[in-house]
């Protein structure tokens, strides 16, 4: 049995030092990276426990907008009173995700570098995964791949980011913040995950020992029209084939801007500003929702096993931009949503 050395950070740099070490990895609420330490997928030599660092907060900002501390758990940010009034499309992603369970120990900063779900991936019996053993090849492209890329992948890797918070994180145009030990850096979501490549191990443009500090939300205009469409193979605790954060600021029946991410169909959230600009200026239609449809998914791709997804993904976003333009679902009591999940 191998030995894991914890230590227990005080604050943000403690944490940075202590990253420093050997082998040293971060945890926050451990519901991926423990799956990949007990599947030998991950091996780390010390873990550093950041839970305990004051990072569990959700401020407001002098100018508008939400500063989310990365270690708030995802069960308290989609609970929060401003996430539901003014991110609703957060809130419907966070409580699509996972279980209650989960939800209630997994962090903002663990859930944006969680590790794609790819059955090659996450178990060491095959040995063609080059994201886990790089130039060893890609299973997947010729094995199950239901669940994989149809946009942005490459010869090298067609794995998908499970996430379903950093998809509404993308359409609200998020920024992360990350401390190192040469000061703090903010990148936006669109730069955080990275596509294949020739070099699918690196998910992030996150250094190893960078900490993910907060993630800063900036005022939102599309609170009252917004919509997390997620479907899956079953109708909960099952990741997104194909999901779509959906946001429209409305003047009278206009649309003034739109904002559309795809969550389930690359190695990244997936936004094209033609799909969003041309949802501008006018009324809702069917027809303008469905060039959106088309401009989000140009040059897509599929496999034997995901084919399926292009038009799947392209009937979600009509769908989604009629179910925002009627208006967000609001939260219910109990912390779940009227209108559809799945
Ligand atoms: C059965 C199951 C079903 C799930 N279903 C869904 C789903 O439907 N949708 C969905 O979106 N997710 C789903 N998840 C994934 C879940 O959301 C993630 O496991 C969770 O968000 C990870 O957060 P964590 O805090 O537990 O991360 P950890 O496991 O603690 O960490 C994950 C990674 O992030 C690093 N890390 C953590 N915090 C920081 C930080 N602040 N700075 C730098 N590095 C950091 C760690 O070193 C590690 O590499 C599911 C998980 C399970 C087990
Ligand atoms: S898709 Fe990516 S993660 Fe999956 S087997 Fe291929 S290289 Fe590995």
Redesign the pocket.
């Known amino acids: 049995m191998q030995s894991i050395f914890v230590d227990r950070a005080t604050d943000v740099a403690h944490a940075l030092r202590l990253a420093q070490q050997p082998g040293a990895?971060?945890?926050?609420?451990?519901?991926?990276?423990?799956?990949l330490m007990k599947g030998d997928v991950?091996q780390p030599a010390r873990l550093v426990d950041?839970t305990r660092m004051g990072?569990d907060r959700i401020e407001t900002l002098p100018g508008g907008g939400l500063r989310v501390g990365?270690?708030v758990r995802?069960s308290d940010l989609a609970d929060h009173d401003l996430v539901r009034q003014l991110y609703p499309m957060l809130a419907q992603?966070l409580l699509?995700?996972?279980?209650a369970q989960?939800?209630n120990?997994?962090?903002t900063?663990?859930?944006?570098?969680?590790?794609t779900r790819c059955p090659y991936f996450t178990d060491v019996a095959f040995e063609h995964c080059n994201k886990r053993v790089p130039g060893s090849g890609c299973a997947a492209q010729r094995g199950v791949n239901r669940m994989h890329a149809v946009l942005g992948a490459s010869d090298a890797c067609i794995a998908v980011h499970?996430?379903?918070?950093?998809v509404a994180l993308a359409a609200l145009e998020a920024t992360v913040v990350v401390a190192s030990a040469s000061g703090e850096r903010r990148v936006a979501m669109a730069d955080f995950h990275r596509l294949p490549g020739a070099a699918p191990q690196f998910d992030t443009t996150?250094a190893p020992t960078?900490?993910?500090?907060a993630v800063e939300l900036p005022p939102s205009a599309y609170g009252a029209h917004s919509h997390y469409l997620k479907l899956?193979d079953r109708a909960s605790?099952?990741?997104?084939l194909v999901s779509v954060a959906a946001g429209l600021e409305m003047d009278g029946a206009t649309v003034r801007s739109a904002r559309l991410a795809l969550g389930g169909v690359a190695h990244k959230p997936w936004r094209v500003a033609a799909a969003e600009a041309v949802l501008a200026g006018q009324p809702v239609s069917a027809e303008r929702s469905r060039q959106a449809a088309q401009l989000l998914l140009a040059g897509a791709r599929g496999f034997d096993g995901n084919r399926f997804k292009i038009e799947l993904a392209q009937r979600a976003v009509v769908r989604a931009i009629s179910r925002a333009a009627a208006g967000t679902a609001q939260a219910g009591g109990n912390g779940t949503l009227t209108g559809e999940r799945a």
């Not at 960078?210 to 500090?213: C, G, H, R, V, Y």
């Open positions: 990895r971060f945890i926050g609420g451990g519901t991926n990276l423990l799956d991950e950041i990072l990365a270690l995802n992603a699509a995700g996972a279980s989960l939800r120990m997994a962090t900063g663990g859930n944006l570098l969680q590790r499970p996430s379903d918070m950093c996150l960078e900490l993910i500090t899956r605790y099952a990741f997104a």
